[in-house]
């Protein structure tokens, strides 16, 4: 492949250039899921695909890692991409939400595309999208997200990648991602979420998230065969003529070790021979693999708003805090597992906590009751969630000690001074919306200055 520079500009749309702020005006008058209640939600492809062909199928020029599952498809990625990068391969990822700027959704050679770039990516979709209601094809009904992925295609088709690694936005069969072919398909864990859109079983969920496998891909899995939801992904690469690949967990794996291992397996499975397919090599001639991820590519693969460790000054000192965007209650487990092995995390655990009003908030506050000294319970403007008052109800039916501070950063004060009083720490959770908008208000430079939570190899 001849590759162009990752800085490369888009061609300029017809129209004068915009920048990013007035193209995502634009981008916001169409439906935004993320923003909604989910269960009129329309799910289905003949958008996406009519968007691309528009542009050119830019997708067709991309070898693509598709990562999916209910916890760690972003974790997971960016281990992929840094494990790629270290080979010295051209690499683009796509992931969903941002927590701080829509830009951190699109990223080349590990680093988040410029506003001018997804700007002018942005302005040519959605002249198409204008272009297929005018004409009333299947490209005109598309969504916020079906938007912003055609445009991520396009910046990455354009960019002479060697590999997009590409996360799913939600389920997997109907998502907008699916438009492309995945040579290596990941599930990384199953849980009940998103009920009302891909089933009331893990089975069904299962079904849903293993539509991203395209026939003789492989599929990279923690699930076990005989798991219900194993079974099914099981099933399905059985049916594609898709090996099936899982790694080798110790009892008791952090959340850290099972995202390393599975994005380890596919750095693996991509540098051995395969029948007509020779491995794939890093710039110096020796095959990539595992061992790519050493201490520091781990390092670097570090997201926000996943197991981050920051800090807020008040005149007692300064009082620990772990982002974390858990949602569904078995992925909050883990996160509170791992944090009690932590040895710097001293005193009492203050949580802050916010969630969208899909998401299984009785089940979630049971899980924090069990290891919050007391709950602060918030909203998010403009998101549709919980209010703070039904939250501090349904913690109380939990048996936690809790309040309601509708407010976000009046929230976090709050929240910061009960921990800083009782010498403890701070945990925000349940919602990466919340972590992003509170995350400017926490500082790095104390506690988990250089830490990761990647475990050496």
Known sequence: MNAAPLSAPLDVPSRPALGLPEVLARLDRLTDWERRPRGGMRVGLAPMHDLLARLGAPQRRLRVVHVGGTK?????????????????????????????????????????????????????????????????????DATWFDVLTAAALLIFGEAGLDWAVIEVGLGGRLDSTNAVDGEVAVITNIGLEHTEILGHTRAAIAAEKAGILKPGAALVTTLPPEDEAGAVAAGRAAALGCPVLRPVLPPGASIAEENAALAGLVLDHLGRDHPGLRGLRNRG??????????GATRAAACLPGRLERRTIRRAEGPVPVVLDGAHVPFNLAAVLRDLTRADDLPGPCIALVAMAGDKDAPGFLAVLARHAARLVCTEMPERRGHG??????LAAVAGAEAEAVALPGAALARAADLAAARGGWLLVTGSLHLVGALRGATQAEAYGRGRSPWPEP
């Open 72 to 140: 760690g498809k972003g974790s997971v990625s960016a281990l992929i991409e840094a494990g790629l990068l270290r080979a010295g391969l051209r690499v683009g990822r796509y992931a969903s939400p941002h927590v701080e700027s829509v830009t951190e959704r699109v990223c080349l050679g590990g680093a988040p595309v410029t506003e001018a770039v997804l700007a002018r990516a942005l302005a040519r979709t959605l002249d198409a999208h204008e272009a297929a209601r005018r004409d009333e094809s299947a490209g005109g």
């Open 285 to 294: 001639g020796a095959p990539v693999s595992a061992a790519l991820l050493d």
């Open 388 to 393: 703070a008052e039904m939250l501090q109800a």
